[in-house]
């Protein structure tokens, strides 16, 4: 069923449209992004990686929560519906990657698919712009970590088994909800949490470092799910696993808000209530250091129960923050090296 067009007005716009009448449909819209570089750097002290790789912009599973949504006010579109329908593509993904690789200021750090949306949503059924961009990877033996909602990732096992036996394939699963009814309300276009896990189980029983992601940690909604999620987690194979609080910058906190007030009336205001708790009375806390863990007891109290329970469980927790010893190698230094 296609939602009606709705937007958070853009900070970033003079004006904003407002429907008088029946609002349209959001439809699906695909743009092309031709840019010349692929890679982004990331220097933020909250994340354990530096370079990502988003083939992507916008995102088809239209996640309430989404805090890449403000992203879009930067194309003049808005964080609402604009992001869940009008994507953006970068067709030339795989071989602006392959040319990154052939500079030689590259060292071969890790590369993470994606910093921002999820590399796996539907679009990449049809354009194989993931796919392509991981058997880059495998080519230069280049390390990769992969966060994903989506089972299309295992579509591709045989490329990340190709990479993992001469790189590191890392691939963390997002189940942030157990309930059903809580993630179809949130996470509308994605697949259920218990066909997730399956993906876990799928990965692991192909040899992969596969882990699960509790994040967003949603107070008063998720914090109930979390041992659930980890004991499901560890009994499909995955052997570690990470978290972050919720987090809703810029617009974010809006389209949270209304779906959250939408699809879950009776919850909404004790759900408000509990990330207020965690972020000082308001509803994000942009501050690093903080905007990941948020602070007081019922912060805390969540991240203690992650965890207790993941050690309990034997689940380490994910070490993204550690950068692998690189493998990395150009073809041709490879070529060279057989001539010896």
Same mark, same amino acid.
């Given at each position: 069923?296609?939602?009606?067009?709705?937007?958070?007005?853009?900070?970033?716009?003079?004006?904003?449209?407002?429907?008088?009448?029946?609002?349209?449909?959001?439809?699906?819209?695909?743009?092309?992004?031709?840019?010349?570089?692929?890679?982004?750097?990331?220097?933020?002290?909250?994340?354990?990686?530096?370079?990502?790789?988003?083939?992507?912009?916008?995102?088809?599973?239209?996640?309430?929560?989404?805090?890449?949504?403000?992203?879009?006010?930067?194309?003049?579109?808005?964080?609402?519906?604009?992001?869940?329908?009008?994507?953006?593509?970068?067709?030339?993904?795989?071989?602006? =990657?392959?040319?990154?690789?052939?500079?030689?200021?590259?060292?071969?750090?890790?590369?993470?698919?994606?910093?921002?949306?999820?590399?796996?949503?539907?679009?990449?059924?049809?354009?194989?712009? /993931?796919?392509?961009?991981?058997?880059?990877?495998?080519?230069?033996?280049?390390?990769?970590?992969?966060? /994903?909602?989506?089972?299309?990732?295992?579509?591709?096992?045989?490329?990340?088994?190709?990479?993992?036996?001469?790189?590191?394939?890392?691939?963390?699963?997002?189940?942030?909800?157990?309930?059903?009814?809580?993630?179809?309300?949130?996470?509308?276009?994605?697949?259920?949490?218990?066909?997730?896990?399956?993906?876990?189980? /799928?990965?692991?029983?192909?040899?992969?470092?596969?882990?699960?992601?509790?994040?967003?940690?949603?107070?008063? =909604?998720?914090?109930?799910?979390?041992?659930?999620?980890?004991?499901?987690?560890?009994?499909?194979?995955? $052997?570690?696993?990470?978290? $972050?609080? =919720?987090?809703?910058?810029?617009? /974010?906190?809006?389209?949270?808000?209304?779906?959250?007030?939408?699809?879950?009336?009776?919850?909404?205001?004790?759900?408000?209530?509990?990330?207020?708790?965690?972020?000082?009375?308001? =509803?994000?806390?942009?501050?690093?250091?903080?905007?990941?863990?948020?602070?007081?007891?019922?912060?805390?109290?969540?991240?203690?129960?992650?965890?207790?329970?993941?050690?309990?469980?034997?689940?380490?927790?994910?070490?993204?923050?550690?950068?692998?010893?690189?493998?990395?190698?150009?073809?041709?230094?490879?070529?060279?090296?057989?001539?010896?």
């Amino acid at each position: 069923m296609l939602r009606p067009v709705q937007n958070p007005p853009n900070p970033w716009l003079s004006e904003a449209r407002e429907y008088l009448e029946e609002i349209p449909p959001a439809r699906l819209e695909v743009y092309e992004d031709h840019s010349r570089t692929i890679l982004a750097h990331n220097d933020s002290p909250d994340l354990g990686f530096r370079w990502s790789v988003n083939p992507y912009r916008g995102c088809f599973h239209a996640c309430a929560y989404c805090y890449a949504r403000p992203t879009h006010e930067y194309l003049g579109l808005g964080a609402g519906t604009d992001f869940d329908r009008k994507i953006t593509v970068k067709p030339e993904a795989p071989r602006l =990657l392959r040319e990154a690789f052939l500079a030689r200021r590259w060292k071969g750090e890790r590369v993470v698919f994606s910093g921002v949306t999820d590399c796996y949503q539907p679009l990449e059924g049809a354009y194989r712009l /993931t796919r392509g961009c991981l058997e880059v990877c495998a080519e230069f033996r280049n390390p990769v970590g992969l966060i /994903t909602k989506s089972p299309l990732v295992e579509r591709d096992v045989d490329v990340l088994v190709d990479l993992h036996r001469s790189a590191r394939a890392s691939v963390m699963v997002s189940v942030p909800l157990w309930d059903p009814g809580k993630a179809r309300a949130l996470e509308p276009n994605v697949a259920p949490p218990r066909r997730r896990l399956r993906t876990v189980e /799928t990965l692991a029983r192909a040899g992969l470092d596969v882990g699960v992601m509790v994040a967003p940690l949603v107070p008063g =909604l998720g914090d109930e799910d979390v041992v659930r999620v980890l004991q499901a987690a560890k009994e499909a194979g995955a $052997s570690h696993a990470a978290t $972050s609080v =919720l987090r809703l910058p810029g617009s /974010t906190r809006v389209v949270f808000e209304e779906r959250l007030r939408e699809a879950l009336p009776l919850r909404a205001g004790k759900v408000l209530a509990a990330v207020r708790d965690v972020r000082s009375g308001e =509803l994000d806390d942009p501050r690093f250091g903080h905007r990941q863990r948020g602070e007081g007891p019922r912060a805390q109290a969540m991240l203690a129960l992650f965890d207790q329970t993941a050690a309990r469980l034997g689940l380490a927790r994910d070490d993204e923050g550690d950068e692998p010893a690189t493998t990395f190698r150009r073809p041709e230094d490879r070529r060279q090296l057989a001539l010896f």
